[in-house]
C-alpha cells in the first residue's frame, strides 16, 4: 500500500510542480515584460468571465481527482480485510504494549510475519496517542475509552520505526519503537520462543471468574444475551436501534452496560469499568470474538458454562 | 521632479501623531488611528516573544538528542510559541493595526463606528496579553497550542485555565473588533462609495470580520468547558466518566479552521491593493476577488474536521470533509490567478512592498498547493502529524500572512508615521526574508514525508541535515525580521518626510494628509469614481522622498 | 469647533443621529449573534450526549422542577413584555413610565435569578452537583418502568445543566446590571423620543436572553415528560 500512497504523492508533486512553475513563470516574465517604461500606460482590463470559469472549473477538476485517487486509497486503508490476523495494542504514557491473539506480549517492539494481513485494535490507556508508521505510510490515533483500527502487509523483512504522532506529554518523542517484519518461517521461530496462553483462552478464563457466565449463557436463556455468534452482527436495542456488535460495541457492553440494552433484557448487568485492565478487556473482546456458531453437524458448542446444571426452563426474571 | 515637498522649515501640521502629546491622550484615545499604533506596538512585542520561542525550538532542534533543554521545557516552548503566535499576532496583526487604521479612512469615514469599543478591544488584548506573559514567566503550558483532552483536561499540571483565560479574552477583542468592522463597512461609507467601489482590502477585511464574530464565540465556549472540566473533574471530554475526546476537536477546530482564513484574508487583501498600485492597474477581476473573499469565509466554516482525518472520525465524515475541503480552494487560487492577470500590460515597479507581494504569491502559492496534499485523504494519513504539516501551514501563515503584513507596513508607513523607509535597507530585508523563509520551512516537507513527526524534542539521527538547514534559515530569516524594526524605528527620526501620495496610489487614504488629522478628512469625500482609477491618476514616476 | 446644536448623545464621527442609531443598532444584532454561537457550542455538546445516553438524560431531567422552570419562564416571558413596554415609553418620552417598567424588568429578572438559586441549592442538597459530592441513584421512568442509569452519565446531564443555566444566569446578571443602570439614566433625564437606543438595543440583548431559556427549559426539564 505504501507504493500506492507514494505514487499518488509522486502524482500530486508533479501536478503542483506544474502548476507552481506556471505561477512563478507567469509572474517573472510578466514583471519584467511589464515593467514600467516611460511613454508606457498600463492598460486597464476590468476582466474575463471566461477566463474566471476557466480558472475555476479546470482547477476543481484538477482536485477531484486527487480527491476521488485519495479517497479509494482511505477506503483501503480503513477497511481491514476479513481474514486480518488480529493483534491488541494498548498505548500509555510512554510506550506502546502489544498483545498477540497466541498470547506474546511485547513492548516497543512489534513483531509480524510477511505477508499477511494484520489488523491492530487499539486503545490507550491514558491521553490520545497515534500509531504511525513512515516506512508503511499508515497513522491511525489512539484514543482512550474506546478502540481505533490500522491494519497493514508487510511485505519486505526488516526494522521500520514506529513513532507516536500525537502529542502526549513529556516523553512523545521518545515513545517510538520498532516494527520488527520477518519472514513467516523466522516469524514461527519468534513466536514458538515465547510462553503464553493465546488471548482467547485468558479471556474465556476471565469470563469464568468474574461471573460473566452466569448470565450471558448458551445452553439456556440467560439474564444476559447469549452471546455466541454476535461477532459483527447486527444486534437490535431495546429502544429500536439496531447497531453492529463490533470490538467496540463488546468493550463498551461491558464498561457501559446501560448504554445500549438489548430487545427484550433488563438493564441489570453491572459496570466493570474500573475493575478490568485494558489487556483484560482486550482478552474478554478476543474471546467474545472467538464464540462462533457451532458449524452444523457439530458435537456441541465451543464453549462450555462454568459447570451448572443444563435447565429446560426458560426462566423469565421480572 | 518632485511636486509636492514641504519644505523643512514649516512647523508640522496638525495630525493625529501631534495632536496631544501625553500619555493619557494616547492609553484613552478613541481615534482609531492611535489605537492602531497601540496594536502596533504590542503585536510586535508579541511577536518577537513567540520569536523568541522558535528561536530556542530550531536551536534544540540541530541535534538529535534532546540537548538543549529538557523535555518538558521543549514541550512548553513549542506550546507557547504557538500559543502567543497565534492569538496574540497572527489573528490581530493585519485587522488590528491595518484594518483599524485603514478602514474608516478607505471608506471616507471619520471613525470606526465604536471607538471606545475599539480602545476596549485593544485593552483586552492586552489584559490577555499580560496573563499570556504571565503563564509564559512562571512555566508556562505544555499542550500544545492545541490543547486536546484528555491531555489538557486530566494530565497535564500547567496553568491551563490561566492560559485558557488569557486566549478567551483576547477572542472577545477579536469579536468586537470584527463586530466595529462590520457596522463601520455597512453604516458609515462616504456619500457615492458603493460596494462595488470598495477597495478589496476593505471586502477581505468585511469577510473576515464575518468569520471573527462567528467563529471566536465557539472557541470561547470551548476553553470554558476545558476550564470547566479541569476545575470541577466533569466528564465532559473524559471517556472515564462517559465524555468524548473526539468532542473536544470538534468544538475547538470549528473555531480554529475559521481562524486560519481569519489570518490569511486580511493579507490578501493588503496584497489586492499592493498589486493595483505598483502594476498602475485596476485588479483583474474586482468582483470575483471580493466575492472570493465571502466565499473563502463561507466555505471555511465547513471543513474543519480536515485535521481530524485519522483522529478517529468515521470513514464516510472524513470523505465529506476531504471533498469540501477541495471546494475551499478554489477561490484562494482565483484571487492568484487574477493577481497575476493584473500584471498583464501593467506598469510594474518594484518597491518593497511590491517584492513581499511577489513573495506572497510564490510562497502562498506552494503553502496553498500543499494544502491539497493534506485535503487528499489517502496522503494526509501519512503526512498528518508531521514536519509536513508544519511546513504547510508555515508557508501561509508566515510566508502568506506575515509578507502581505511586511508589504502592507511598507506601503502605509508613510502615511501612519508621516515618513519614508529607506528602501535600499528594506528591499535587502525583503531578499533576507524571502531566502531564509525558504531555507526554514522547504525542508520541513521532506522532513515531514520522511516520517519526522511534530512537536519532538529529539529525533532519529537520519533526520539531523534537514533540521540543520532548517535552523540556518531561520537565523536568516531572523535578521530579515529585525532589520526592518531598526529602519523603521530610525526612519522616525530621520527618515525623509513623505508627501500625502508618495505612490501615487488610488484610494481615499492617499486624498489625505500623511499622518492623516484626526478626524481624517479636512472634508467628507463624496466618492464619484470606480475603485483602484489608476487611468485618472497621473502616472508620474514615483516620488523622490525629500531629505530633511 | 462650531458646529450646529445637536443632541449631546450624537457622537462626533456620525454625520447624523439616524447614522448613529443604524449603527448602533447593527452591532447590537451582531452581538447577539456571538452570543447565539455562543451558547451554541454548549447546545451541540447537549446534542451529542443526549443522543447518547438518553436514559441518563431522562433520569436527571426528570428530577427537575417543572414548576419551578415553568414559573421561571413564565417570569421572564412577562419581563420580556415589561421590556417592550419600556421601549414603548421611552419612544413617547414618559419617563416615569419607563423608569417604572425597567425598575419591574429587574425585579422579574431578579426574581428569576432567586428561584434559580433556590433550584441550585436543591441541587447540593441532593448531591446533584457534578464533582467529588455527586450521587445519583434515581431510574428513568419510562411510563412506570424503572430503568437504572450510570451516574456518570447522569453527571454529565447535571455538568451540562449547570454549565448551561449557569451561562444563562451570568448573561441574566448582566442584564439586571444594564438595566438598573439604564433605570438610573432615564430618571436623570438621558433618553427622549429623539433618543432611546440604548434602551432599545439592551431590550434586544433581554429578548436573546429570554429566547435561550425558552430553548433550555424543555431541554432540560422536559425530556420524556408524560401526563
Known sequence: MSGQVDALYIYLLLVAGVMTALIFVAVTVLAIKYRRVRGREAQQIEGSTILEITWSVIPFFVMLTFFIWGAVLYFKERTPPADSTEIYVVAKQWMWKFEHMEGQREINELHVPTGQNIKLIMTSQDVIHSFFVPAFRLKQDVLPGRYTTLWFKATVPGRYHLFCAEYCGTNHSGMGGEIVVMEPRDYAQWMAGGPAAPLQETGKQLFATLGCATCHRSDVQGRGPNLVGIYNKPVLLEDGRTVTADENYVRESILNPTAKIVNGFKPVMPTFQGIVSEEQLNALVAYVKSLAQPTPGSAGLQNEPAASPAQTQKTQVQ | MASAVIPANQAPKLNYLNNGHSLRSWLLTTDHKRIAVLYLISVTTFFFFGGFFAMLIRLELLTPQGDLMQADTYNKVFTMHGMIMVFFFLIPVVPAVLGNFLIPIMIGAKDLAFPRINLLSWYLYIIGGILITHVMLTGGVDTGWTFYSPFSTEYTNTKIVEAGLAVFIAGFSSIFTGLNFIVTIHRMRAPGLTWSRLPLFIWANYATSLIMILGTPVVAITIVLVAVERLFHLGIFDPRLGGDPLLFQHLFWFYSHPAVYIMILPSMGVISELIGCFSRKRIFGYKFVALSSIAIAVIGFLVWAHHMFVAGISLYAAMIFSFLTFFVGVPSAVKVFNWTATLYKGSISYATPMLYAFGFIGLFTIGGLTGLFLATLGIDVHVTDTYFVVAHFHYVMVGGVLMGYLGGLHFWWPKISGRMYPEGWAKLSALFVFVGFNLTFFPQFILGYVGMPRRYWQYPPEFQVLNVLSTAGASVLAVGYLLPMIYFLWSLRYGPIASDNPWHAAGLEWKTTSPPPTFNFEETPVVTWEAYNYDEIPDKELEAPVAR | ?227
Not at chain 3, 417592550?84 to 423608569?99: F, I, P, Q, T
Not at chain 3, 441532593?126 to 412506570?144: A, I, K, S
Not at chain 3, 446590571?177 to 432615564?186: P, R
Not at chain 3, 434602551?199 to 434586544?204: C, F, R, S, T
Open chain 3, 1 to 227: 469647533m462650531e458646529h450646529e446644536a445637536h443632541n449631546p448623545a450624537l457622537l462626533h464621527h456620525f454625520v447624523d443621529a439616524q447614522q448613529q442609531k443604524n449603527a448602533a443598532s447593527l452591532g447590537m444584532w451582531l452581538f447577539l449573534v456571538t452570543e447565539i454561537m455562543f451558547f451554541g457550542g454548549m447546545f451541540c455538546a447537549y446534542l451529542v450526549y443526549r443522543l447518547k445516553y438518553f436514559n441518563a438524560f431522562a433520569a436527571g431531567s426528570q428530577q427537575l422542577s417543572i414548576a419551578l422552570g415553568a414559573t421561571n419562564t413564565a417570569v421572564l416571558i412577562i419581563s420580556s413584555v415589561t421590556v417592550v413596554l419600556a421601549v414603548k415609553a421611552a419612544e413617547a418620552g414618559k419617563r416615569k413610565v419607563l423608569v417604572g417598567y425597567l425598575a419591574v424588568t429587574v425585579l422579574l429578572g431578579l426574581t428569576f435569578l432567586g428561584i434559580k438559586g433556590f433550584e441550585y441549592r436543591e441541587k447540593f442538597e441532593r448531591h446533584h452537583v457534578p464533582g467529588p459530592t455527586f450521587q445519583f441513584t434515581d431510574t428513568f421512568d419510562d411510563n412506570g418502568r424503572q430503568i437504572p442509569v450510570d451516574s456518570n452519565e447522569a453527571q454529565l446531564f447535571f455538568s451540562l445543566y449547570f454549565a448551561m443555566t449557569g451561562m444563562h444566569a451570568l448573561h441574566m446578571i448582566i442584564g439586571c446590571g444594564l438595566f438598573s443602570v439604564l433605570a438610573v439614566l432615564a430618571w436623570r433625564g438621558h433618553y427622549s423620543p429623539g433618543y432611546f437606543t440604548p434602551i432599545e438595543n439592551a431590550g434586544l440583548y433581554w429578548h436573546l436572553v429570554d429566547i435561550i431559556w425558552i430553548y433550555l427549559f424543555p431541554l432540560l426539564y422536559l425530556i420524556s415528560r408524560h401526563s
